[in-house]
T-cell receptor, first 110, second 114 residues
Framework: DVKVTQSSRYLVKRTGEKVFLECVQD?????MFWYRQDPGLGLRLIYF???????EKGDIPEGYSVSREKKERFSLILESASTNQTSMYLC?????????FGSGTRLTVV | GENVEQHPSTLSVQEGDSAVIKCTYS??????FPWYKQELGKRPQLIID?????GEKKDQRIAVTLNKTAKHFSLHITETQPEDSAVYFC?????????????FGTGTRLTIIP
C-alpha cells in the first residue's frame, strides 16, 4: 500500500510565523498535491508538483509556497501565517489509479 | 479551470433506505470521476470510480452513474448502514499532456439514522 505521511497531526502557530508542513510518500509517485479542507468548501488545491523541483499553482496559492527537492517529499510553506490559514491541510500523491491522501495536519493560527 | 458542483451538502436517510449524491462538472475533457469517503477524523479514501467510456459501475451496495452529455455523475448507496455515515466527495480528473489533477466537489455529509 502507498503510504503518504504528514509529519504533524496538529499544529498551533502564531500569526506571522513561518510554518512548514511536510509530506513524504514511499511509492516513487511523481505527482504530489497539497489541499486545504474547510467546512462547506470541500478540498481546494493549493499547489501541486509533477516532478522534482517542479511546482504549479492550484486554485488558492496566495500566502503559500512549496518545495520539492526530492521526489518523495513535498513541503508546504506558509511564509507568514495568518488566522485565515487555520484549516485542515491534506497532502496527496497520485498515479493514474488515483490519489492516496495523508492523514492531514490540523493547523491553528492564533 | 474545472468547476465541480455537488449536491446536497447534507443528507439524512433512514437505515436501509437509499442515498443519492449528485455532481456536475464543466470541462468536457474530464475523463475520470472518483468518489471519496471521509469518516470523521480520517483521510479521504477512494470508494468507487468511473471512466468516461462507461455509463455505470457497481460495487456491492454502491454504484456510480455517468452522463457525459449532461456532464453529471451520481453516487448511489443502497441498503444504507450506520457505517455509511461520512462525508462524501466527488472529484473530476483531467489529463492534459501528462498533467493530471483532481478537482473536488464541496462534499456531502451523509447521516444514517438508525
Amino acid at each position: 500500500d502507498v503510504k503518504v505521511t504528514q509529519s504533524s497531526r496538529y499544529l498551533v502557530k502564531r500569526t506571522g510565523e513561518k510554518v512548514f508542513l511536510e509530506c513524504v510518500q514511499d511509492m516513487d509517485h511523481e505527482n504530489m498535491f497539497w489541499y486545504r479542507q474547510d467546512p462547506g468548501l470541500g478540498l481546494r488545491l493549493i499547489y501541486f508538483s509533477y516532478d522534482v523541483k517542479m511546482k504549479e499553482k492550484g486554485d488558492i496559492p496566495e500566502g503559500y509556497s512549496v518545495s520539492r527537492e526530492k521526489k518523495e517529499r513535498f513541503s508546504l510553506i506558509l511564509e507568514s501565517a495568518s488566522t485565515n490559514q487555520t484549516s485542515m491541510y491534506l497532502c496527496a500523491s497520485s498515479t493514474r489509479r488515483g490519489y492516496t491522501f495523508g492523514s492531514g495536519t490540523r493547523l491553528t493560527v492564533v | 479551470g474545472e468547476n465541480v458542483e455537488q449536491h446536497p451538502s447534507t443528507l439524512s436517510v433512514q437505515e436501509g433506505d437509499s442515498a443519492v449524491i449528485k455532481c456536475t462538472y464543466s470541462d468536457s475533457a474530464s475523463n475520470y470521476f472518483p468518489w471519496y469517503k471521509q469518516e470523521l477524523g480520517k483521510r479521504p479514501q477512494l470508494i468507487i470510480d468511473i471512466r468516461s467510456n462507461v455509463g455505470e459501475k457497481k460495487d456491492q451496495r454502491i454504484a456510480v452513474t455517468l452522463n457525459k452529455t449532461a456532464k453529471h455523475f451520481s453516487l448511489h448507496i443502497t441498503e444504507t448502514q450506520p457505517e455509511d455515515s461520512a462525508v462524501y466527495f466527488c472529484a473530476v480528473w483531467i489529463s492534459n499532456f501528462g498533467n493530471e489533477k483532481l478537482t473536488f466537489g464541496t462534499g456531502t455529509r451523509l447521516t444514517i439514522i438508525p
